[in-house]
């Protein structure tokens, strides 16, 4: 039988379980902060925790840290990490210094399952999800490596996967690392990305914590975002915008957009035009993501030219427009570059090592 997993458990849970071993919920928080704010992976360093507790836990309990298996920095201060989890699979998490604070990118899956035309995560198809305690395990370790657990930052759920595929153990991760005992994160500080998977989008405008939201729309008609993402299919844009204009929002919040700029595709004048008019009123904002070329995307960058003229097509309509800039392309940490090598198959986090402004 597998001992219980510290990396997976709620403080809620973490209480019970140390409760069946006769220790109060403080202990529990204790524990809580030596994983989450002191980055501890093990019972050994816990000391104010009894000797007799720490040798007790040694053997009822473990607590499954992602691997530090390879760190790279780009030029521009972007930091890359390959992290190996317990079943030998590996990820890649992506650190931004500047964006405009500190951001972190997690993945939620390996591999993913949607498909999208123009990543290669999407070209490997899904491996497997991530565990509640995988995805928020990226965070202790980053912050644990960069020296960062008892400082602010941001988590931006943009690496390989779609978070709302894998619900239930994003959603969990999120409360992990909301506990107060825990990092404290606020909602304002997470930013999930979807290409809108409606039934879950519904459900996620009914939690208690609402993180941030960022749709990938890509395309303007049904015919191109079917090509885009396959998987949206068996959905219509209408009804993706329907659920944006009755999703949650808190004052002066915003929905962002995220649309990938494809040479000759979905760049045209045109698109522009329908693209503030599927917006309409929406408190939104659009993140222009100019592809990042890789190998087997039959896609194009669009000429900055080209990108400028997109950008100052809506803002004209009165949309707020921003252009993500690519960050950490000398270590493929850019948007669609994440390639974690030796693998059965290449994956990489569409969206990661961008700045989301
Ligand atoms: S773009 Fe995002 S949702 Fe689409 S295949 Fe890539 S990781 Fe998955």
Not at 40 to 60: H, P, Y
Request: proline fraction near 6%; charged fraction near 25%.
């Amino acid at each position: 039988m597998s001992l219980p997993d510290l990396a997976e458990l709620e403080l809620p849970e973490l209480e019970a379980m140390v409760a069946t071993l006769g220790v109060g919920p403080f202990r529990a928080r204790q524990i809580y902060r030596w994983l989450y704010r002191r980055g501890l992976d093990g019972v050994e360093g816990m000391t104010d925790l009894s000797l007799a507790l720490r040798q007790r836990l040694r053997t009822e309990v473990r607590c499954s840290t992602p691997r530090l298996a390879k760190q790279e920095r780009s030029t521009d201060g972007t930091q890359k990490f390959l992290l190996e989890l317990s079943d030998g699979k590996t990820l890649e998490s992506v650190f931004i210094p500047d964006t405009p604070s500190m951001t972190f990118c997690i993945s939620t899956q390996v591999g993913c399952a949607m498909r999208c035309g123009f990543c290669l995560t999407g070209q490997m198809g899904l491996t497997r999800h991530l565990s509640a305690g995988e995805i928020a395990g990226q965070v202790r370790v980053l912050a644990r490596e960069l020296d960062l657990s008892d400082r602010k930052f941001n988590i931006v759920l943009m690496g390989m996967g779609e978070p709302l595929h894998n619900y239930d153990a994003t959603m969990k991760a999120l409360r992990m690392l909301a506990a107060p005992e825990g990092l404290g994160l606020t909602p304002r500080r997470v930013t999930l990305s979807t290409v809108g998977l409606i039934p879950a989008l519904e459900r996620l405008a009914t939690e208690a914590w609402v993180p941030n939201l960022a749709v990938s729309l890509h395309a303007t008609t049904d015919e191109l975002r079917h090509k885009l993402i396959p998987t949206s299919r068996t959905q219509r844009l209408e009804d993706l915008m329907a659920v944006c204009r009755r999703f949650p929002l808190k004052h002066r919040e915003r929905i962002t957009f995220e649309y990938v700029l494809l040479d000759g595709v979905n760049d045209l004048d045109a698109d522009a035009r329908r693209l503030a008019g599927l917006l309409g009123a929406l408190p939104a904002k659009v993140n222009l993501i100019p592809l990042n070329p890789a190998p087997g995307i039959p896609f194009a960058r669009p000429s900055d030219s080209r990108v400028s003229r997109f950008a100052a097509a809506l803002a004209r309509r009165g949309v707020r427009v921003s252009v993500r800039k690519s960050r950490g392309q000398d270590i493929r940490a850019a948007c669609g570059q994440l390639i974690v090598e030796g693998g059965p198959r290449r994956s990489a986090g569409q969206h990661a090592a961008e700045e989301l402004s």
